[in-house]
C-alpha cells in the first residue's frame, strides 16, 4: 500500500513521522550551528591560536574551534572541512558533514556554513620578544676560565632547548664577567635551559624572584637562576687546597678526587670546590709503560707524579 508525505503529498514506500524521507531530512538537520559567529585570533610572529584563553601552537586548532560550534543530530560518521578562507574580517567555512538523521535513511551528505571572525594580535610572548622584555636571566659562571668550547657547548643547549616545541622567549646571549647571561622573555624556557646545562655539565643552579613592578593584584616577576659551572671530568688536573689532584670521578654533587703526592683519595662535594678557590695548573701528561702496566706521568713545573696504571 502506498504512503502519502503530509508535507509534499508523494507517495512513498518509507513514512517517517508521516513524512518521506527527503522531507524528513528536510526538517530535521544533521547538524546545525550553535555559534552565529566563531572567532579565530592568531598570532602573526608565531602562528598561535587563541583557543579557551591559551595560546596553542598547533594549526588544527582552527579546526577544532569550527568544529566545535557544530550540533549533531543523529548518526554521524565524518565531519571535515571542504572549504575555509581566513582574511581579516568576516569569512565563511563550509563543513561536509556524513551520517544519517533516521535509522530508516541510508548516510547521505550536508553541508553547513560557518560564520568566521578572523583577526591577528601579537600573543603575550611574541609582545615581549618585540618588545624585549626580559623575564628571566640565566647567570652562567664557571669556577675555572671557561674556554670557547664550553661556551659553544653553552650556546648549542641554548639553541636546542629554544627549537624545542617552537618555544620562542630567547632574547640574546652576552658575555661577562667569568661566563655569560643569557636573556629570555619566558621564566619556563630559562628553567630548561638552565637545568639541562646543569644535566650536562657538573654545576650548581640558584634561583631567586624579584619583583619588576606590581600594580594591585598583578606582580611581574623577574627570574634570575645562577649556575655555577664545575667543568671537571676524568683525567683532569686541579690545584684544591694548594694541593695538585686527579679528577678521578663526578656523581651525586661530588667529584672525587686523588691528591697526586700521598695517593690518597678523597671525596669533595660540589659546593666545597664552588666555595674554594681551584684552578688548573701548567701540566703535561704522558704514558709510561712499565713491566705489564702503564703508568701515567704527570709534570706540574719540576714535580713528577706518576699514577700507576691509568693509562
Not at 572567532?39 to 594549526?59: E, F, N, T
Not at 560557518?114 to 647567570?139: F, T
Request: glycine share 6%; proline share 3%.
Amino acid at each position: 500500500m502506498r504512503k502519502i508525505c503530509a508535507l509534499c503529498g508523494r507517495e512513498t514506500d518509507i513514512l517517517i513521522e508521516g513524512l518521506c524521507p527527503d522531507c524528513y531530512r528536510r526538517t530535521h538537520p544533521l547538524a546545525s550551528v550553535k555559534r552565529e559567529i566563531v572567532g579565530i585570533v592568531r598570532c602573526p610572529s608565531c602562528g598561535a591560536i587563541l583557543y579557551k584563553g591559551r595560546w596553542v601552537r598547533d594549526p588544527k586548532i582552527i579546526e577544532k574551534l569550527i568544529l566545535e560550534s557544530i550540533e549533531y543530530q543523529g548518526k554521524v560518521t565524518s565531519v571535515s572541512i571542504e572549504s575555509l578562507g581566513l582574511r581579516h574580517g568576516l569569512n565563511n567555512a563550509t563543513v561536509k558533514i556524513r551520517g544519517s538523521v533516521h535509522e530508516l535513511i541510508n548516510d547521505y551528505d550536508e553541508y553547513v556554513q560557518v560564520k568566521i571572525r578572523y583577526s591577528e594580535e601579537l600573543c603575550p610572548r611574541c609582545r615581549d620578544m618585540i618588545n624585549e622584555k626580559e623575564k628571566a636571566i640565566i647567570q652562567v659562571r664557571s669556577v675555572i676560565p671557561m674556554d670557547g668550547q664550553l661556551k659553544r657547548i653553552i650556546i648549542d643547549i641554548v639553541r636546542k632547548e629554544t627549537i624545542k616545541d617552537e618555544r620562542s622567549g630567547f632574547l640574546k646571549i652576552e658575555d661577562a664577567w667569568e661566563g655569560l647571561d643569557i636573556k629570555l622573555s619566558d621564566q619556563g624556557l630559562a628553567r630548561s635551559i638552565a637545568y639541562k646545562i646543569h644535566k650536562t655539565i657538573p654545576s650548581r643552579v640558584i634561583e631567586s624572584q624579584s619583583v619588576v613592578r606590581g600594580r594591585g593584584d598583578k606582580v611581574i616577576t623577574k627570574l634570575s637562576i645562577s649556575v655555577v659551572l664545575v667543568p671537571l671530568n676524568r683525567g683532569s688536573i686541579i690545584m684544591y687546597s694548594n694541593k695538585p689532584y686527579y679528577v678521578l670521578a663526578y656523581s651525586q654533587n661530588t667529584i672525587k678526587l686523588m691528591e697526586l703526592a700521598s695517593k690518597e683519595i678523597v671525596n669533595i662535594k660540589l659546593n666545597d670546590i664552588i666555595k674554594s678557590e681551584i684552578s688548573i695548573p701548567n701540566y703535561e701528561t704522558k704514558c709510561i709503560e712499565n713491566k705489564n702496566s702503564k703508568n701515567l706521568e704527570i709534570t706540574i713545573d719540576n714535580d713528577k707524579y706518576v699514577l700507576s696504571g691509568m693509562c
